[in-house]
């Protein structure tokens, strides 16, 4: 399975923008990149996921570089809710057999 | 819709006994998995089912741990005799297909072996 790293930890102010970074070198062309995140005392939820275009929805934005090698995050205006730790992984569809693989994540801590 | 159910919250069992955990996925969701969750890791996936058969469980221990979804809804994860090293969170998650991006989790059982 390809891998991705990601920062153990990163801070953020409420109600500024967060940029969570994801470096995937070793992406295959039909690995998708999916996010993941997981509140305190709670199962992972997910957040959003894209393959080669940048995607949008009400929770997050996910820009992808166009070499696909790293993808970013975006939370637009950082809430107290939104402090939890965020996974980056990737997944090929091709095959029943390829699950959703976590890694450690990255921990974000929203101050007030 | 309601979510993903698991119960119990939380077991704590001394080591060589055994364990069961149950889980009811979202109604309709064909795929189920149950994954290990150690404190400060990412989630591990145990073995994952579609409807009622084992798509893959190459990372289940399969001398102690056992899985099965009868009618390919509910499923139960049973850990026997447990270790010490089996205390973790286990977090049941549905998906409507295997190839479906979104999984829903539910918020687990914490299980602790002394």
């Known amino acids: 399975d390809a891998k991705t790293t990601q920062p153990n930890s990163m801070e953020s102010n409420e109600e500024e923008p967060v940029h969570l970074p994801c470096n995937h070198s070793t992406i295959s062309g039909t690995d998708y990149i999916h996010w993941y995140r997981q509140l305190p005392s709670q199962g992972p939820e997910y957040v959003i996921h894209g393959l080669t275009s940048n995607v949008n929805n009400r929770m997050a934005s996910l820009a992808i570089a166009e070499d696909r090698k790293s993808s970013t995050l975006i939370l637009h205006r950082a809430t107290l809710r939104d402090a939890a730790v965020y996974y980056c992984?990737?997944?090929?569809?091709?095959?029943?057999?390829?699950?959703?693989?976590f890694g450690g994540g990255t921990r974000l801590m929203v101050k007030p | 819709e309601a979510g993903v159910a698991q119960s119990p919250r939380y077991k704590i069992i001394e080591k060589r006994q055994s364990v069961a955990f149950w889980c009811n996925p979202i109604s309709g969701h064909a795929t189920l998995y149950w994954y290990q969750q150690i404190l400060g890791q990412g989630p591990k996936l145990l073995i994952q089912f579609q409807n009622n058969g084992v798509v893959d469980d190459s990372q289940l221990p399969k001398d102690r741990f056992s899985a099965e979804r009868l009618k390919g809804v509910d499923s139960t994860l049973k850990i026997q005799p447990a270790k010490l090293e089996d205390s973790a969170v286990y977090l049941c998650?549905?998906?409507?297909?295997?190839?479906?991006?979104?999984?829903?989790f539910g918020n687990g059982t914490r299980l602790t072996v002394t």
């Open positions: 998650a549905s998906s409507s297909t295997w190839e479906s991006p979104s999984l829903h």
């Open positions: 992984i990737l997944r090929d569809y091709n095959n029943a057999g390829n699950m959703l693989t």
